[in-house]
């Protein structure tokens, strides 16, 4: 039957869109009403045994981003979403308890094969009481606005106009400052997406059909015979506390000369569904203690990743006081953490607490901004309460650039989500683009992770021409297929651009073969040699990307670097279409620079 509603849906895909259209929205009704059936009745029609047999998930695309599903994939999760939310922001209106919901919802979840009994149990307990409180509180609020923000594709738009909004940005032309270059350098490391877990098992169970594996408790469902390696694994699994120890341990051995660290987010493990704020909690302080200990008199600069919070991905508003579901136990928590550590001044905290943002002058001359920018992920619920600049965090953004360009100072920006992340709501970053281009001239540079691969992005202007970069710094965790790595930034002490990097890593493989030895760190490359570039400035970042496109040689070294070596990712078949598929993510424009590039890929 599921097979036969593909093949049906394959068909429709052939026809106009508004045939697709019309097929999606019979079935959000269909799907509607049967779920409202059963939640009445707890009986299962025959139609409703048919319908969930169509959109269950395959359990291969499971671990997979909604947002990512293509093709018939992306209507049927559309289809899922407005049907069961249409019945819960029903039943919720008419009274039906949280506990009810609650157990409705975890056997829709396993029904529709989601993920498996114990995530499903998980992952709706912590997050339900949240998602009420906003249905609660937002009576006019959609299934098809939810679905929208969640989803945001052609078979889920986003048509709400609350959720379109603009940022009061100065129009004024922008004041240039001396940007002339310096032969002293600053050193500055990157390190990100550390995701130490606290139940990691060497030796454990490597698949076990979760979110996150390798974990204690899990082993007794290995049935494949894979285990975990010593240092971590290239499955679904996160760092051991000793691997995490040991990066940074050889960071500081390495590296004699270090100007500042830069660390762009996530701590906690990618055990979503079973968080907790005192595990987060613990699992935050062990890790920046570390830190701490590890790199004294140096200068540390954190963000929050999305991870952090708890449930995962959810940074409340301010306003927000409930002790279940605010965010300010973070805020207060890392606030005096990083101020007691001596990284930041008193000055930061307000910002914090606001909203987990801050800015810090180090020397004349020279600004560093970090952005909370998780409030912007798709899957951060609150963006469904508070929609329009959540805590007025991009607003506080253009003021302080404004201020900073009054000041003549150079600008860093660290933040975890790169800016043209698919994972960041569509209003909130564009109106970031909208800024960044106002100030390209003092922001020299841009900071993220999130994605644990190495890539940077490349934003242009009107012109066809570069303005600013962003450089992701990759993950110290190997989850998953990807080696551990963290960077090093050579930058220019007087103008803040970044000169060069390096790429700092180990073969897992290699270290996992070898329990009782500390793995062995080396350079992968270095920019500017691998790729024959003579500087890293905008004019060179161009060419470099139109050569990227054009040889093959050049195109299969990025895509390479990009899994950071490897194997089990590089085992994936990608010709040389599939590769510059990876040249487009590179691109960032408020204009149709990246679609251009798509369109060009698929045409060859």
């Known amino acids: ?8 849906f394959a068909l429709l895909l052939k026809v106009a869109r508004s045939d697709v259209t ?10 509607t009403h049967e779920i409202k059936n059963w939640m009445q009745t707890q009986e299962e029609s025959e139609e409703f045994q048919q319908l969930i047999r169509i959109l269950s998930l395959p359990t291969s695309a499971q671990r997979d981003d909604w947002r990512s599903f293509k093709d018939e994939k992306g209507p049927f999760v559309c289809i899922i979403c407005q049907s069961v939310l249409n019945n819960i922001l029903e039943q919720r209106r008419q009274g039906m308890s949280a506990e009810k919901i609650r157990s409705l919802a975890i056997k829709l979840c396993i029904q529709l094969n989601l993920q498996g009994e114990e995530v499903c149990d998980g992952a709706v307990t912590i997050n339900l009481p949240i998602i009420l409180h906003i249905v609660d509180s937002k009576p006019n609020l959609t299934a098809s606005t939810i679905c929208g923000v969640v989803l945001d594709s052609q078979s889920c738009p986003l048509n709400d106009p609350e959720f379109n909004w603009t940022v009061n940005i100065d129009n004024g032309p922008p004041k240039l400052i001396d940007a002339k270059e310096s032969d002293e350098i600053l050193n500055i490391v990157q390190i990100t997406d550390i995701h130490y877990d606290p139940k990691y098992e060497p030796y454990g169970n490597s698949q076990c059909g979760k979110p996150a594996c390798c974990r204690k408790g899990q082993n007794v469902t290995n049935t494949s015979g894979q285990v975990a390696g010593y240092w971590g694994d290239y499955n679904f699994c996160d760092s051991p506390w000793h691997a995490v ?3 940074l341990d050889h960071i500081r051995t390495q590296h004699q000369n270090i100007s500042y660290l830069y660390f762009t987010g996530d701590i906690v493990d990618h055990g979503v569904w079973e968080t907790t704020i005192e595990g987060n909690a613990e699992s935050l302080n062990k890790t920046l203690h570390q830190i701490y200990e590890t790199f004294k008199d140096v200068p540390v600069y954190p963000v929050l990743g999305n991870h952090e919070a708890h449930p995962v991905n959810q940074y409340a508003p301010k306003t927000i006081t409930d002790e ?4 300010q136990w973070l805020y207060k928590m890392t606030s005096d953490l990083w101020i007691n550590f001596g990284w930041l001044p008193e000055s930061t905290r307000s910002t914090i607490l606001q909203g987990g943002y801050y800015t810090v002058s180090p020397k004349k001359g020279f600004r560093i901004i970090t952005l909370n920018n998780n409030v912007c992920y798709c899957y951060n619920w609150w ?4 929609p329009q600049d959540p805590d007025g965090q991009l607003q506080w953004l253009a003021d302080t650039l404004l201020q900073a360009e009054k000041d003549e100072e150079f600008v860093h920006i660290l933040a975890h989500i790169p800016p043209d992340s698919s994972d960041c709501h569509t209003t909130w970053k564009r109106e970031y683009w909208k800024i960044v281009n106002r100030y390209a001239h003092i922001i020299k540079a841009q900071f993220n992770g999130h994605t644990h691969n190495d890539e940077l992005q490349l934003h242009y202007n009107d012109d066809d021409k570069i303005n600013n970069v962003a450089w992701n710094g990759g993950s110290a965790t190997a989850f ?5 790595n963290y960077k090093l930034h050579i930058v220019d002490s007087k103008n803040y651009a970044v000169k060069n990097f390096e790429n700092w890593m180990y073969n897992l493989t290699l270290a996992n073969a070898n329990p009782d030895q500390r793995p062995v760190w080396y350079k992968s490359y270095s920019f500017k040699e691998e790729y024959d570039v003579s500087d890293l400035t905008h004019v060179s970042l161009h060419d470099w990307l139109h050569k990227l496109w ?3 040689d050049q195109l299969e070294n990025y895509y390479r670097h990009f899994f950071k070596n490897a194997e089990p990712s590089l085992k994936k078949e990608c010709d040389v279409q599939c590769m510059r598929n990876y040249v487009c993510r590179v691109i960032v424009s408020l204009g149709d620079h990246k679609t251009n590039c798509i369109n060009a890929v698929k045409s060859n």
């Open 324 to 327: 279940e579901i605010s965010t």
């Open 383 to 386: 963006l469904l309460y508070q």
């Open 1 to 8: 039957m599921r097979f036969c509603g593909l093949l049906f």
């Open 480 to 484: 998953s297929n990807l080696n551990p």
């Open 245 to 247: 120890v040991d990066v």
């Open 22 to 31: 019309s097929y999606t929205n019979d079935m959000i009704s269909r799907f």
């Open 550 to 552: 054009n040889d093959e």
